[in-house]
């Protein structure tokens, strides 16, 4: 997704993670970014990344 979004806050989901085993223990999220703003509730479904910088910023989630 790309967005216009220095000085702003994205909210950001794990859109379509799915339990395919469903195991018993819940899904785990851990959201990244490489640089360009923060990161708040990276263990979470649902993160929020707020911008500081104009540029490129990658944000990748890894579910388990």
């Known amino acids: 997704r790309t967005a216009d979004a220095h000085g702003r806050r994205l909210f950001v989901d ?6 395919a085993d469903h195991a018993p223990a819940p899904l785990a999220y851990a959201w990244t970014v490489n640089a360009g703003g923060t990161l708040a509730g990276a263990a979470s479904a649902n993160a929020v ?5 104009v540029g490129i910023s990658t944000l990748t989630v890894a579910v388990s």
Request: net charge positive; charged share 25%; proline share 0%.
């Open 49 to 53: 990344f707020t911008c500081a910088r």
């Open 14 to 19: 794990r859109a379509q993670a799915v339990d």
